[in-house]
Antibody
Framework: QVQLQESGPGLAKPSETLSLTCAVSGGSIGTYFWSWIRRPPGKGLEWIGYVYYTGSATYNPSLKSRVTISLDTSKNQFSLRLSSVTAADTAVYYC????????????WGQGTTVTVSS | QSVLTQAPSASGTPGQRVTISCSGSSSNLGSNYVDWYQQLPGTAPKLLIYRNNQRPSGVPDRFSGSKSGTSASLAISGLRSEDEADYYCSTWDDSLSGSVVFGGGTKLTVL
């Protein structure tokens, strides 16, 4: 069965760019939407965006100016870049597979904590 | 401020039936399917219900979903202690260029 694993630095400095990667194992990229979601401490889930298997991406309008999600089919992985980070970007970041393109996320990574601090 | 509105907390006793509600608008719940996620403490969210009332393989039939107009509900019958978790509704919102939106989450406590 498909499994997802996030990786990347657990600490980012304010104004820098946060970069995370999600490795897909046990299956191929296929014809799915590959998503990033985050949960800030004490708050609920927030959808960041997704990339389709074609490479086309859709983002949360509130984050769109700072987010890039890309796909590397040769490595069976996808990535998140979030620029100009602030303390408000501190969160647990999850990658997930969306089978519908409208939010049906049926496979999730375990999550990785990113803290933004100087 | 979440696009979808959920009560922040709910509670019930073992064996009881509890309902968690989610309210939206014409641009989201009014025109799209709703999904529900369960997030146990310290774990990743898990898809509980998709397309309003469908259960993924392995989800007990104690969990059921429904949608009417711009509102949706998740019902849990035969409540068990292991159901204590955060529950989120989610859907697609057609406004702007479109995006997935979540409710603020409901923390369910089993008394």
């Amino acid at each position: 069965q498909v499994q997802l694993q996030e990786s990347g630095p657990g600490l980012a400095k304010p104004s820098e760019t946060l970069s995370l990667t999600c490795a897909v194992s046990g299956g191929s990229i296929g014809t799915y939407f590959w998503s990033w979601i985050r949960r800030p401490p004490g708050k609920g889930l927030e959808w960041i965006g997704y990339v389709y298997y074609t490479g086309s991406a859709t983002y949360n309008p509130s984050l769109k100016s700072r987010v890039t999600i890309s796909l590397d089919t040769s490595k069976n992985q996808f990535s998140l870049r979030l620029s100009s980070v602030t303390a408000a970007d501190t969160a647990v970041y999850y990658c997930a597979r969306d089978f519908s393109g409208a939010g049906g996320m049926d496979v999730w990574g375990q999550g990785t904590t990113v803290t933004v601090s100087s | 401020q979440s696009v979808l509105t959920q009560a922040p907390s709910a509670s019930g006793t073992p064996g009881q039936r509890v309902t968690i509600s989610c309210s939206g608008s014409s641009s989201n719940l009014g025109s799209n399917y709703v999904d529900w996620y369960q997030q146990l403490p310290g774990t990743a969210p898990k898809l509980l219900i998709y397309r309003n009332n469908q259960r993924p393989s392995g989800v007990p039939d104690r969990f059921s979903g429904s949608k009417s107009g711009t509102s949706a509900s998740l019902a849990i019958s035969g409540l068990r202690s292991e159901d204590e978790a955060d529950y989120y509704c989610s859907t697609w919102d057609d406004s702007l260029s479109g995006s997935v939106v979540f409710g603020g989450g409901t923390k369910l406590t089993v008394l």
